[in-house]
């Protein structure tokens, strides 16, 4: 059965030190993992995906085979990054959240 | 283009009762979601909509319904309302499934008393 799992329910760093974001996987196949945000009063959106390899807003994310992990990670955290972040997995027609870590950022 | 679109944002409702919320998105896409977000937990699926007048389970279907007769459309209609529904719905859609990014409405919040 594919999971995804968030250890972190609530993550305070201060602004500038770096950031980290724990997630884990479960999944048989070849997984697509994505990161989701939502920050206060905005609906749930897209921060970024696995396959793109990008960097979003500083964020970047890595998956790890043999750790079967997808931790996201930002060098120098900043005020604007306080959320919450969901990790995804996406498996055929389904996307399978974990529970969200709420990240604050303290000035 | 308002994306996805979710109505009430707000709703108490008492046992027994039914409703049903709406979700209409007007990107065009072909796959839509509904999911349930209970405090401390993850999104878990409950109904997911391929095209229009297809529609599948997912993780928590029991006491929801669900139809598909547009592509914008895609309403979650609750029958016998029970507190265990008490949670806060995301309504989502995507061109297609796998690797493409997910649209969410901004939420319901029901509360069955």
């Known amino acids: 059965a594919q999971r995804v799992t968030q250890p972190e329910k609530l993550l305070s760093v201060f602004k500038g030190a770096p950031v980290e974001l724990k997630c884990n996987y479960s999944?048989?196949?070849?997984?697509?993992l994505f990161w989701y945000v939502q920050y206060s009063r905005q609906r749930l959106q897209l921060l970024l995906r696995?396959?793109s390899r990008e960097s979003i807003k500083g964020f970047t994310a890595d998956l790890n085979k043999g750790e079967t992990s997808f931790h996201l990670k930002k060098p120098f955290a900043q005020e604007e990054d306080s959320a919450m972040y969901y990790c995804?997995?996406?498996?055929?027609?389904?996307?399978?959240f974990g529970t969200g870590t709420s990240l604050t950022v303290i000035p | 283009n308002a994306g996805v679109t979710q109505t009430p944002k707000f709703r108490i409702l008492k046992i027994g009762q039914s409703m049903t919320l709406q979700c209409a998105q007007d990107?065009?896409?072909?796959?839509m979601y509904w999911y349930r977000q209970d405090p401390g937990m993850g999104l878990k699926l409950i109904y997911y909509?391929?095209?229009?007048?297809?529609?599948d389970k997912g993780e928590v279907p029991n006491g929801y319904n669900v139809s598909r007769s547009t592509t914008e459309d895609f309403p979650l209609r609750l029958e016998l309302a029970a507190p265990s529904q008490t949670s806060v719905y995301f309504c989502?859609?995507?061109?297609?499934?796998?690797?493409?990014?997910?649209?969410f409405g901004q939420g319901t919040r029901l509360t069955v008393v």
């Open positions: 989502a859609s995507s061109l297609q499934g796998g690797d493409t990014e997910a649209f």
């Open positions: 999944y048989s196949g070849s997984p697509e």
């Open positions: 696995h396959i």
């Open positions: 995804a997995l996406s498996s055929g027609n389904q996307f399978y």
């Open positions: 990107m065009n896409h072909n796959y």
């Open positions: 909509s391929v095209g229009a007048g297809i529609t």
